[in-house]
């Protein structure tokens, strides 16, 4: 058995080297966030949001990009929530543990890991070269929606799961069938639940460059239907970064795409713990 | 109450119909429909990308209706996009080789390698041997070339990338570069990276240095449009537009564009070379096939 | 009544396949394109090749192995004992207002796009190792530390939910034995959460082998096989990233062979990690 002494100096010394690691680690982590605001914020001007990029993207503004990337969004969220929110709901309401949802569980927690080149190299093949979709927003958002798949069926799942089962028991003692009550019951009250797993996959989508570069292509013109080629604001700020075209407008390019991500990912977070009542 | 359930259930029930009915038309649609859009689209050499761009900026400025896509993928791709229909038109920045020769081919403007060194490097002038023997790893230190004392780092584009094929044929040969070599993607990250280390050599379109980089002479030729239109600094490779067949429509419109006095003093403000020179290379846009 | 109740609930199973049918379809067409090109080069050569120049038709990847291993090792040594302390912190010593600001930050930090962090690794991190420690700065070196920021809220949040989720008794019984506070944490706490640190770790590792972006920033790309912390070097996934764009034929379905690789390598981990943490609540 060792003094005592030892044991609370090993303590000490420990929480030191805790405290230290912590603090040091958030620190990094701000630091990192800083350094682009810092340089970015000062110059933003409302103008920057509504302009479009001039002069391959030396002036103006990242007007195109933002739409780009709400489109590209949209398009994925409509593909994903009904599917995701299905999956959910025949899991949950319609299946005990069996074959089938094992193989479903496993097959959505490895889509879950897939990393996004993969994504990239899979559309490409598939949307844009099988399907001849061409470099657009519909590759793009329908790769996205593939990426995004998992995290609503989670999300909508544990939604579902926190409904007590009182809920459906009402609705069967009145005679209700199985999807009067999924469609009445259950779902109304999972909606938040499934709000906070698209807002979630909102987040990830405005960030995600690599899989968007193979399959929406980086074209800056304003797009004029789903089949137009279009540049997200990750990829113009990835693109300008990298040409050093304008570090000014990388800048501000890169701290706007912090805070909106910042912006969407706080909402989802509050969301998250308000509704679901365990940590996903 | 009972109302509000009603209600509420048909609107779930009519959005999930209608984004089954959206899901659908999607899929059905993108299987036959080829791109439908408006406009054509020029796809290829990242080198030549951003002038194309720059060039279909200028044009949609002055016909509002036509919508020009510019995208890269690099010379190869953009030559087989041309091939399959899949581009209106390729962009190339290397001359066709084998069986691209069958495709219509016009040069709109002619690009010079720079090969590029910290400003601060003391270094001024290489010969083409030394370039060579440097990017091939086998001089290996700066002070075997004049320098100071410290390791060379090497800098090129990637496999597959126009301007290293071009770089490959003008300077290499037969020899092949380091594997040493950092890899970059695009010409303007060649250009950071050799702006930020002092020890670094690359290579770079001509009309991308900048005050941050500085380019070497090359057997004491300096990499000007004088030098290049005299032919004394011969590292030099044309831009192409690709077409399957004589282009028409508004691809045509566009390339005329592309050649005329205006896009082409926008070019050379851009650090090209027009073709409309005195040079006796290029002719106003050299319009054979299978250049 | 019951037709219609029964079609919904095969309709709901046809969805219900899409994940699985998504992720047969990506194997597919990626095995497609990839796996005639390694039976045609030879595994072997493939696999075990050093040199990777597509323009002579030589596609070994060793190399990048290589270089996704020393990276994500890199990560891991940066990414494990500060994720693990910083989990530690936010679970036993933090002050409760602190607590508020601190957790929804580290779930902020995982949703912060990779470009940002190469961004930040290009202007900062490269630099200083340039500088300090000589090369170029574009090294496997600064990957790992860049790579290792990337997946520390990973780690953080599930180590972190995984010692929240320890019944309080273990805490309880060991003070009651006398311990103090660090030796109960030391000894008996992380050990009791170990199942869930290690599925963090390993999904974190998951999450360093697919990284591309960031990585094409800052590893220099260069192809030769590394050697040193300081050398330049390509992950498996850089080196899709960086060549796909200009790839056709065999260079292309050599990237998708590429491709092959590292999805088996990702899913083999992400396996175990499954089993894992599915050990641990069921």
Not at chain 1, 215 to 222: E, P, Y
Not at chain 2, 274 to 288: A, D
Not at chain 3, 203 to 212: F, K, Q, S, V
């Amino acid at each position: 058995m060792r003094s005592n002494r030892f044991r609370f100096l090993t303590q000490s010394l420990a929480k030191t080297l805790i405290w230290a690691a912590a603090l040091s680690t958030i620190a990094v982590m701000i630091l990192i966030l800083l350094q682009i605001l810092v340089e970015g914020l000062p110059d933003l001007r409302f103008s920057f949001f509504f302009e479009s990029p001039k002069s391959m993207g030396r002036e103006g503004g990242i007007l195109t990009t933002i739409i780009g990337t709400v489109a590209l969004t949209l398009v994925a969220i409509i593909v994903a929530t009904p599917l995701g929110v299905g999956t959910a709901i025949f899991l949950r309401e319609y299946t005990r543990e069996s074959r089938i949802s094992r193989v479903i569980r496993f097959g959505t927690d490895c889509l879950a890991g897939v990393p996004s080149i993969i994504f990239g190299l899979f559309g490409f093949v598939f949307f844009v070269i099988f399907l001849n979709m061409g470099w657009s927003i519909l590759s793009g958002g329908l790769t996205l929606a593939a990426m995004i798949l998992p995290t609503i069926i989670c999300t909508t799942e544990e939604a579902i799961k926190t409904i007590p089962y009182s809920y459906r028991e009402v609705s069967y003692s009145l005679g209700g069938t199985k999807w009067q009550t999924v469609t009445r019951a259950v779902l109304p009250s999972a909606l938040p639940g499934i709000f906070t797993g698209i807002i979630l996959s909102v987040g990830r989508s405005i960030g995600e460059t690599a899989a968007i570069i193979l399959t929406a292509g980086s074209s800056l013109v304003m797009p004029t239907s789903l089949f137009s080629p279009i540049r997200t604001m990750a990829v113009h700020f990835y693109i300008l970064a990298r040409e050093g075209i304008s570090m000014e407008m990388a800048y501000r390019t890169g701290a706007t795409l912090i805070l909106i991500v910042l912006f969407v990912n706080t909402i989802a977070n509050f969301l998250l713990n308000r509704y679901i009542r365990h940590r996903i | 109450m009972d109302r509000q359930i009603q209600n509420s259930k048909l609107k779930i029930q009519n959005l999930g119909i209608l984004v089954f009915l959206l899901m659908l038309s999607l899929i059905l649609g993108s299987g036959g429909c080829q791109r439908s859009k408006a406009g054509i689209t020029v796809a290829g050499s990242t080198s030549v990308e951003p002038f194309a761009e720059l060039l279909a900026e200028e044009y949609m400025i002055r016909n509002p209706h036509s919508h020009i896509y510019v995208q890269g993928g690099g010379s190869t791709a953009g030559i087989e996009a041309v091939r399959s229909h899949a581009a209106n038109i390729g962009m190339s920045s290397r001359s066709l080789m084998g069986t691209e020769k069958s495709l219509y081919a016009v040069t709109i403007a002619k690009d010079a390698i720079a090969i590029i060194i910290h400003p601060r490097n003391p270094v001024e002038d290489l010969s083409l041997e030394k370039v060579r023997e440097v990017f091939s790893g086998r001089i290996r230190n700066w002070k075997e070339i004049g320098g100071q004392d410290h390791p060379i780092i090497l800098v090129t584009r990637e496999e597959g990338s126009g301007t290293r094929e071009a770089f490959q044929k003008l300077v290499m040969g037969e020899e092949e570069i380091s594997l040493e070599a950092l890899v970059q993607d695009s010409n303007g990250a060649i250009r950071q990276v050799v702006s930020g280390d002092p020890n670094a050599i690359g290579y770079i379109s001509l009309g991308l240095v900048n005050e941050k980089v500085k380019a070497l002479r090359i057997s004491g030729v300096e990499p000007n449009v004088k030098n290049i239109e005299s032919g004394r600094y011969h590292l030099v490779r044309p831009f192409l537009f690709v077409f399957n067949g004589e282009p028409t429509g508004e691809a045509k419109a566009f390339l005329d564009f592309v050649i005329c006095p205006e896009a082409q003093e926008l070019l050379c403000k851009e650090g090209l070379i027009s073709i409309l020179s005195t040079s006796s290379e290029g002719k106003v846009g050299s319009q054979r096939k299978g250049y | 009544m019951e037709v219609k109740e029964k079609v919904i609930e095969k309709i709901l199973l046809l969805i219900a396949l899409s994940s699985i049918s998504i992720l047969t379809l990506i194997a597919l067409f990626i095995f497609g394109e990839g796996l005639p090109f390694i039976w045609k080069f030879g595994p072997i050569d493939f696999l075990f090749g050093k040199r990777w120049v597509p323009s002579h038709g030589e596609f070994g990847i060793f190399p990048m192995i290589v270089g996704s291993f020393w990276v994500t090792v890199g990560a891991l040594l940066l990414g494990i004992p500060l994720g693990l302390a910083c989990a530690i912190f936010l679970c036993e010593w933090i002050p409760p207002l602190a607590a508020m600001f601190l957790r929804p930050a580290i779930q902020l930090l995982a949703a912060i796009p990779s470009v940002i962090y190469g961004f930040w690794g290009l202007m900062v991190l490269v630099p200083l190792v340039r500088n300090y420690l000589g090369g170029s700065g574009l090294s496997i070196f600064s990957g790992s530390i860049i790579l290792g920021f990337m997946i520390l809220p990973t780690i953080i949040s599930i180590s972190e939910d995984s010692l929240r989720a320890l019944p309080p008794s273990y805490k309880a019984g060991a003070f009651a034995l006398g311990a103090t506070h660090w030796q109960t944490i030391w000894r008996v706490l992380v050990p009791a959460a170990r199942s869930g640190i290690v599925a963090s770790i390993i999904l974190g590792m998951g999450r360093a082998i697919g990284e591309t972006m960031a990585m094409i920033m800052i590893l220099g790309n260069a192809v030769k096989l590394p050697t040193s912390f300081l050398d330049s070097a390509r992950t498996l996934t850089t080196n899709i990233g960086i060549e796909m764009g200009y790839a056709s034929g065999d260079h292309r379905q050599a990237l998708f062979a590429t491709g092959v690789i590292l999805f088996f390598i990702i899913m083999i981990l992400n396996s175990s990690a499954i089993l894992l943490s599915r050990r641990r609540i069921g």
